[in-house]
C-alpha cells in the first residue's frame, strides 16, 4: 500500500510513518525539514523549498 502521511515530523505522524515502513508500506512524508526519519528505501520525503518543492528519497 502507499501512503502519504501531512506532518511526518509530528508525534502522531512519526508513528504512522514509522509503522507503516515496519509492515512494508511504501511512504510519502509531507514536512517543513526532512531530517528525523529513518533512512528507508520506501520512504520518500517532500519539503516546502524557496520556489518549487523539494523530493528527496533516502536509502538505506
Same mark, same amino acid.
Given at each position: 500500500? /502507499? %501512503? ?9 505522524? /512519526?508513528?504512522?510513518?514509522? /509503522?507503516? %515502513?515496519?509492515?512494508?508500506? &511504501?511512504?510519502?512524508?509531507?514536512? &517543513? ?9 520506501? %520512504? $520518500?520525503?517532500? $519539503?516546502?523549498?524557496?520556489? /518549487?518543492?523539494?523530493?528527496? $528519497? $533516502?536509502?538505506?
Amino acid at each position: 500500500m /502507499r %501512503l502519504f502521511v501531512v506532518g511526518a515530523k509530528g508525534g502522531i505522524g /512519526r508513528q504512522v510513518v514509522y /509503522r507503516a %515502513l515496519l509492515n512494508g508500506h &511504501r511512504v510519502t512524508a509531507f514536512m &517543513r525539514r526532512s531530517e528525523g526519519l529513518p533512512p528507508d528505501p520506501r %520512504l $520518500t520525503v517532500v $519539503t516546502p523549498g524557496r520556489s /518549487r518543492w523539494s523530493v528527496k $528519497t $533516502t536509502s538505506a
